[in-house]
């Protein structure tokens, strides 16, 4: 009599998968880190070349708050197109890699609503960091700045 437990026929199964995961999750976190580098240049980028405007906003009377909403806003368009994309083909990937399973079930839109808003969140803290540097410039130096 040969006998094994149920649970370690299992995981020899599925390990390739978990494999895979550990894969996916280490070129996720890198991939992160390259798109806040990359948010954060363009930000920099965005508040260098609107540093007379945020000057001039600041002596006028507009507030730090008011300034990082404008300079957030324009960053994340770029984002929000990026969701939308990944959204889709996140959901073509996974419906079609959840297919070869005998056991599948699908992702709800729960899922895609939490990624979303990791996502936004991400982004607004890597962009509200310039931001609020340049917010809290004094505007005669970023109106004699250019």
Same mark, same amino acid.
């Given at each position: 009599m040969d006998s094994f437990f149920l649970n370690d026929d299992f995981n020899q199964q599925y390990g390739a998968e978990q494999r895979l995961l550990n894969i996916l999750m280490m070129f996720a976190l890198l991939t992160i880190? /390259?798109?806040?580098l990359g948010l954060s240049g363009l930000a920099a980028y965005s508040t260098a070349q609107r540093t007379k405007e945020i000057g001039i906003r600041k002596t006028l009377g507009a507030s730090s708050s008011a300034v990082v909403f404008l300079l957030s806003k324009d960053a994340l368009k770029p984002v929000a197109v990026a969701f939308v994309l990944a959204t889709?083909?996140?959901?073509? /990937?996974?419906?079609?890699?959840m297919e070869q399973f005998a056991y599948h079930t699908t992702l709800g839109?729960?899922? +895609?609503v939490l990624a979303g808003a990791l996502l936004v969140s991400i982004a607004v803290i890597t962009v509200s960091l310039q931001a609020i540097r340049a917010a809290m410039a004094t505007p005669v130096k970023s109106?004699? +700045?250019q």
């Open positions: 880190f /390259i798109a806040c889709v083909g996140g959901f073509l /990937i996974s419906t079609r890699w839109a729960g899922m +895609y109106i004699r +700045y």
